[in-house]
């Protein structure tokens, strides 16, 4: 991922200070992207110009010697109608900090076991974004456990588990066990993950973006945090710098 995220660009354009913009047109460079996207079971966001409704899908597999990918079935289920009729999408995900952007037209619809997914066309460039305000790592290669209670209202209230994907110092991207109808909106009390190296931390969570993965069993979620103490902040903080210091090191030649 560094080295791709290091790499030159045919096109570079800086759209601010605190933001980098690059676009990938090597048809290689583009695979691995993708190949990241989809062993890191990273959420993508969908949204059609005009409109603030997010929708959510993720990568189910990469054909580039095909001229194709898959994507999974669009949610909320709003999404699959508006996908057929546009015929065309353009999804973000983020790996390690960078906002990674494609746009793609539809080539065919199917439908397994009650789930749709989709056949698209084999991207042509790829653009990626990264922004130095708001730090992201990923946490996919050190396993790590998340709980918490779902407030579902009327003062009833589920337990969810799962593990952590990636991690800011304004939200976290979770994968949570088994099927969990989450919407926009929802909120997750009393979370607590155990950091590598940093301790355990705790926090409310606003869910932005959850879809279910019925072929991993496991639900996608995007949240925000809420009414998390400076102590737990501080230590979100300090462990995606450590990472990051991690991360530096490896990329540089011995």
């Not at 676009?23 to 993508?44: D, F, G, H, M, Y």
């Not at 996919?140 to 994907?165: C, H, I, K, N």
């Not at 800011?168 to 993950?193: F, M, N, T």
Request: glycine share 8%; with cysteine.
């Amino acid at each position: 991922m560094s080295e791709l995220l290091r790499m030159p660009a045919p096109h570079t354009e800086e759209t601010s200070q605190s933001t980098s913009r690059f676009a990938v047109t090597r048809r290689s460079s583009i695979t691995r992207l993708l190949q990241l996207l989809e062993r890191r079971k990273v959420l993508l966001n969908v949204q059609w110009p005009g409109e603030r409704q997010l929708y959510a899908t993720a990568l189910l597999g990469i054909y580039p010697e095909h001229g194709f990918i898959v994507l999974d079935e669009l949610n909320p289920r709003v999404g699959h109608d508006k996908l057929l009729e546009r015929g065309e999408l353009t999804a973000v995900g983020r790996l390690d900090g960078v906002s990674i952007k494609l746009t793609t037209r539809l080539q065919e619809m199917r439908i397994k076991d009650g789930v749709a997914f989709y056949k698209f066309a084999f991207p042509q460039q790829i653009y990626y974004v990264q922004r130095r305000d708001s730090h992201r790592v990923s946490l996919v290669s050190q396993p790590t456990r998340f709980e918490g209670r779902w407030e579902r209202g009327d003062d009833d209230a589920d337990a969810v588990t799962g593990t952590v994907g990636d991690l800011s110092a304004e939200g976290v991207g979770l994968l949570l066990d088994g099927e969990v109808p989450l919407r926009q909106g929802d909120v997750l009390s009393l979370c607590k993950i155990r950091l590598p190296q940093d301790g355990c931390v705790s926090f409310d969570l606003e869910v932005r973006h959850a879809t279910y993965v019925p072929a991993r069993q496991l639900t996608r979620v995007g949240a925000r945090l809420l009414n998390i103490d400076v102590f737990s902040r501080h230590r979100i903080e300090a462990a995606i710098a450590r990472m990051e210091r991690d991360l530096a090191k490896r990329k540089r030649p011995d």
